[in-house]
């Protein structure tokens, strides 16, 4: 029994090895050399015989501006055994002029790590404007802005779920310092899907622009009238005498410490409508949007009790990640089992299109000439201002009899009823007497049955594991907001490391003002780079954090701001003070922010 039992365990993880070993990830860019203006697209690919592959963790790409412009995912079933093929794509917007490395970006599936490898990337100066864009900037100056933003909506009303296009345009026609901080709107009561920016010139009454603009997907989560607000942007700008305009010269240029601008947009609002309640089909989910159904078999004909994988594919323009399973009818012919699935989005032209994919493993019970009723998914169409109920076609399956000779599943094809005595025939077996002095059977013993409950204590956890990390990428929020004191403490441990290094103040005072700032980012789900002390004492207040708190997170980025941009000298006793200050606030702050 003993030799039984670790025989099956050898297999079970060899066959786990093996799944483990079969998993590939791979990275690929457009083009290794490109202009800082320009934008560059990355493109990974995970491959594996399993239908749920983990979501890869990304390196720190500090030289670079990263959006997420889509992904696709295939899923195939071969006699029982699935295999996936995830695709990522992102565009990665180039900050400074340099050459970087891109590190591996690494993959964890059940204890072994997977990496890519290293990608390399040049950044050369951005390119010279068109000659119109030349002439314009440097005319005369007009009654033109140097530099403002526009927002706006493609529509004022919606429905719930129906997609929303949400424009930001960044204008500008002077030379900016350094990268903007840019605070969006606010999109809460809405999914939000992000696409990469474009940037292009434009005319604006007769002055010639550069324009980045970033459009964002919103999709309404409940009815009611949504202030988004006003988006705000802080730039550092060239700062030129306004009595010489001839001074725009390279040692003006050079010597220029610049000056900070702050410009916001317009307000929008959004008025999202109920979806309606008359002749909402009964099988209705929430879908809306435009979408169309297939259907499909892996075979044509087959046999009882033998398995066929039947494929149904939801495609269209609309939220489509979260179209759920239509659901399949009851075949009293057919036995069903769990249904896998696999997501292609495409978030091109402004608008979120792709196709979700279910497939779903059925076993004909008898033989006989077949059909596969049509699978119903019904839908909003906000064009129409009506319900739509749509279906796959039937779809026709020649069962053959069970094959001669061969094992039908049992618990497929047999009961109770079909169990017959094979023979008749019984023989005395004689226990041996050295059995006596085992001491009982093996099933008492207290280490046999810890030995039998590990297999399952193993199991519990391994799954226990999976859904935790199924919770993690599926829910960013709670992940960024587990993750937040880890992020802190490792700018905190950089700050204590440039202050035993006797590293420059403005870099210590940044790290620290930076752990302060991630944390409470990371607590909110908003960006850090966007975050300034005003919009943070409004994210703190709305989150009922007391005065005296919110009072201290504004003293320490005053004073680190002003240690990084004023001519301020610090003391070692001043460093150790925001420090401990620091690491104080941010436990307080763990406690308060919930």
């Given at each position: 029994?003993?030799?039984?039992?670790?025989?099956?365990?050898?297999?079970?993880?060899?066959?786990?090895?093996?799944?483990?070993?079969?998993?590939?990830?791979?990275?690929?860019?457009?083009?290794?050399?490109?202009?800082?203006?320009?934008?560059?697209?990355?493109?990974?690919?995970?491959?594996?015989?399993?239908?749920?592959?983990?979501?890869?963790?990304?390196?720190?790409?500090?030289?670079?501006?990263?959006?997420?412009?889509?992904?696709?995912?295939?899923?195939?079933?071969?006699?029982?055994?699935?295999?996936?093929?995830?695709?990522?794509?992102?565009?990665?917007?180039?900050?400074?002029?340099?050459?970087?490395?891109?590190?591996?970006?690494?993959?964890?599936?059940?204890?072994?790590?997977?990496?890519?490898?290293?990608?390399?990337?040049?950044?050369?100066?951005?390119?010279?404007?068109?000659?119109?864009?030349?002439?314009?900037?440097?005319?005369?100056?007009?009654?033109?802005?140097?530099?403002?933003?526009?927002?706006?909506?493609?529509?004022?009303?919606?429905?719930?779920?129906?997609?929303?296009?949400?424009?930001?345009?960044?204008?500008?026609?002077?030379?900016?310092?350094?990268?903007?901080?840019y605070s969006p709107a606010n999109f809460t009561g809405f999914w939000t899907e992000d696409t990469a920016?474009?940037?292009?010139?434009?005319?604006?009454?007769?002055?010639?622009?550069?324009?980045?603009?970033?459009?964002?997907?919103?999709?309404?989560?409940?009815?009611?009238?949504?202030?988004?607000?006003?988006?705000?942007?802080?730039?550092?700008?060239?700062?030129?005498?306004?009595?010489?305009?001839?001074?725009?010269?390279?040692?003006?240029?050079?010597?220029?410490?610049?000056?900070?601008?702050?410009?916001?947009?317009?307000?929008?609002?959004?008025?999202?409508?109920?979806?309606?309640?008359?002749?909402?089909?009964?099988?209705?989910?929430?879908?809306?949007?435009?979408?169309?159904?297939?259907?499909?078999?892996?075979?044509?004909?087959?046999?009882?009790?033998?398995?066929?994988?039947?494929?149904?594919?939801?495609?269209?323009?609309?939220?489509?990640?979260?179209?759920?399973?239509?659901?399949?009818?009851?075949?009293?012919?057919?036995?069903?089992?769990?249904?896998?699935?696999?997501?292609?989005?495409?978030?091109?032209?402004?608008?979120?299109?792709?196709?979700?994919?279910?497939?779903?493993?059925?076993?004909?019970?008898?033989a006989g000439s077949k059909t596969i009723k049509p699978v119903e998914f019904s839908f909003f169409d906000?064009?129409?201002?009506?319900?739509?109920?749509?279906?796959?076609?039937?779809?026709?399956?020649?069962?053959?009899?069970?094959?001669?000779?061969?094992?039908?599943?049992?618990?497929?094809?047999?009961?109770?009823?079909?169990?017959?005595?094979?023979?008749?025939?019984?023989?005395?077996?004689?226990?041996?007497?050295?059995?006596?002095?085992?001491?009982?059977?093996?099933?008492?013993?207290?280490?046999?049955?810890?030995?039998?409950?590990?297999?399952?204590?193993?199991?519990?956890?391994?799954?226990?594991?999976?859904?935790?990390?199924?919770?993690?990428?599926?829910?960013?929020?709670?992940?960024?907001?587990?993750?937040?004191?880890?992020?802190?403490?490792?700018?905190?441990?950089?700050?204590?490391?440039?202050?035993?290094?006797?590293?420059?103040?403005?870099?210590?005072?940044?790290?620290?003002?930076?752990?302060?700032?991630?944390?409470?980012?990371?607590?909110?789900?908003?960006?850090?780079d966007g975050l300034t002390t005003a919009s943070i004492a409004e994210i703190l207040i709305s989150k009922?954090?007391?005065?005296?708190?919110?009072?201290?997170?504004?003293?320490?980025?005053?004073?680190?701001?002003?240690?990084?941009?004023?001519?301020?000298?610090?003391?070692?006793?001043?460093?150790?003070?925001?420090?401990?200050?620091?690491?104080?606030?941010?436990?307080?702050?763990?406690?308060?922010?919930?």
């Open positions: 029994m003993k030799k039984l039992f670790f025989t099956l365990l050898l297999l079970i993880l060899s066959a786990r090895a093996g799944f483990a070993d079969n998993i590939a990830i791979s990275a690929s860019i457009d083009k290794n050399v490109a202009a800082l203006d320009e934008q560059i697209v990355l493109e990974l690919t995970l491959s594996g015989n399993v239908s749920n592959l983990p979501n890869p963790v990304l390196p720190d790409m500090s030289n670079f501006t990263v959006y997420s412009s889509g992904r696709s995912q295939s899923l195939s079933i071969t006699n029982g055994q699935m295999s996936s093929s995830l695709i990522f794509r992102y565009t990665l917007v180039p900050k400074n002029v340099g050459k970087y490395s891109i590190r591996p970006i690494t993959l964890q599936y059940e204890g072994k790590t997977y990496q890519t490898e290293p990608l390399q990337i040049e950044i050369l100066p951005a390119g010279r404007a068109p000659k119109q864009a030349q002439a314009a900037a440097g005319a005369p100056a007009s009654t033109a802005k140097n530099l403002f933003i526009t927002a706006e909506v493609d529509k004022g009303t919606a429905y719930v779920n129906e997609q929303v296009v949400y424009t930001f345009k960044f204008f500008r026609r002077i030379r900016l310092l350094a990268n903007p901080q920016p474009k940037n292009y010139y434009s005319n604006v009454n007769g002055a010639q622009y550069m324009v980045t603009e970033v459009k964002t997907l919103l999709f309404p989560t409940k009815p009611g009238r949504f202030n988004l607000g006003a988006a705000s942007l802080q730039c550092s700008v060239q700062d030129f005498s306004q009595n010489d305009p001839a001074s725009d010269d390279f040692f003006a240029s050079f010597f220029s410490g610049g000056r900070t601008q702050v410009v916001r947009t317009n307000e929008v609002s959004v008025n999202v409508l109920p979806l309606p309640e008359s002749k909402k089909p009964a099988g209705f989910s929430g879908a809306v949007g435009q979408f169309k159904i297939s259907g499909s078999l892996d075979k044509k004909s087959s046999r009882a009790n033998e398995p066929v994988t039947l494929s149904i594919v939801i495609a269209g323009t609309g939220n489509i990640k979260t179209v759920p399973d239509p659901g399949l009818p009851d075949w009293q012919d057919f036995k069903k089992y769990e249904t896998a699935s696999s997501l292609n989005i495409n978030k091109d032209d402004a608008a979120l299109k792709g196709s979700k994919e279910f497939k779903t493993i059925i076993v004909p019970l008898t906000p064009k129409e201002r009506a319900y739509r109920t749509i279906a796959t076609e039937p779809l026709p399956l020649e069962v053959k009899p069970p094959a001669q000779g061969s094992s039908p599943n049992l618990p497929l094809a047999a009961s109770k009823n079909e169990v017959s005595v094979m023979t008749s025939d019984i023989r005395y077996i004689k226990s041996p007497v050295a059995w006596e002095s085992y001491g009982g059977y093996l099933f008492d013993k207290p280490w046999f049955l810890a030995l039998n409950a590990f297999p399952l204590l193993f199991l519990g956890l391994f799954f226990g594991y999976v859904r935790w990390q199924e919770k993690l990428s599926g829910d960013v929020a709670f992940a960024r907001r587990l993750r937040a004191s880890s992020a802190a403490k490792k700018f905190l441990k950089k700050a204590r490391a440039l202050l035993d290094a006797g590293a420059p103040a403005a870099d210590y005072y940044n790290a620290v003002s930076r752990a302060l700032l991630e944390f409470i980012a990371n607590k909110s789900n908003v960006s850090a009922k954090v007391p005065p005296e708190s919110v009072n201290k997170v504004s003293e320490i980025l005053e004073e680190c701001n002003l240690v990084r941009f004023a001519p301020t000298t610090a003391t070692l006793e001043m460093m150790k003070a925001v420090f401990a200050l620091t690491g104080e606030t941010i436990a307080r702050l763990e406690k308060e922010m919930r």
